[in-house]
């Protein structure tokens, strides 16, 4: 038996209808496994920053404490001399 126009419409309409949801749970699914790295990725980039303001700190410190000297002339020669 042969459907009808209208049946063969609305089938045709359904399969349309299942492969757009199909892709767009695909999508979803790329998506978020994206945003999930993207999250990884702020968490690791915080955390390199956090250490870096860290060791600035502890360089300021011992700027401030004098431990570093600005002078030149009291640095001892290059290796090579």
Do not use: C, W
């Not at 045709?12 to 999508?27: G, N, S």
């Not at 790329?30 to 870096?52: F, G, P």
């Amino acid at each position: 038996m042969a459907g009808t126009p209208m049946d063969t419409d609305i089938e045709a309409r359904l399969v349309d209808l299942e492969t757009r949801l199909a892709f767009q749970e695909h999508t979803i699914g790329e998506l978020s496994d994206a945003l999930a790295q993207a999250r990884d990725e702020e968490a690791r980039n915080a955390l390199l920053m956090h250490r870096v303001v860290e060791e600035l700190k502890q360089m300021r410190a011992t700027m401030a404490a004098g431990a570093v000297s600005a002078d030149p002339a009291s640095e001892p020669p290059p290796p090579h001399y």
